[in-house]
């Protein structure tokens, strides 16, 4: 459908949790948005793993999301999905 918005999958709006908000924001976002958003957060943070790039060395905040302190960025996504609505 040519002009139609997408509202479904990556392009749906989602609540991140309270855990999840203290890193990407409290407000409503797309899920590619929260994504972009913990990707500018691990690099800013300097999170992932310096001998394996793949490896995410979660931070306090990040921990609480993730339930451990380090998780591979291909678990990542599973993660974050139990932090949105």
Known sequence: MAGSTKTDGAHKTVQPSPELGAVVGN???KRTDVVSKIW???KKNNLQ???????????DKLEKVFGKK??????MN????????
């Open 27 to 29: 407000d409503p976002l």
């Open 40 to 42: 500018e957060y691990i």
């Open 49 to 59: 793993n310096e001998k394996d790039k793949r490896q995410i060395d979660a931070d």
């Open 70 to 75: 380090q998780v591979s960025m291909f678990e």
């Open 78 to 85: 599973k993660l974050i999905s139990a932090h949105l609505k």
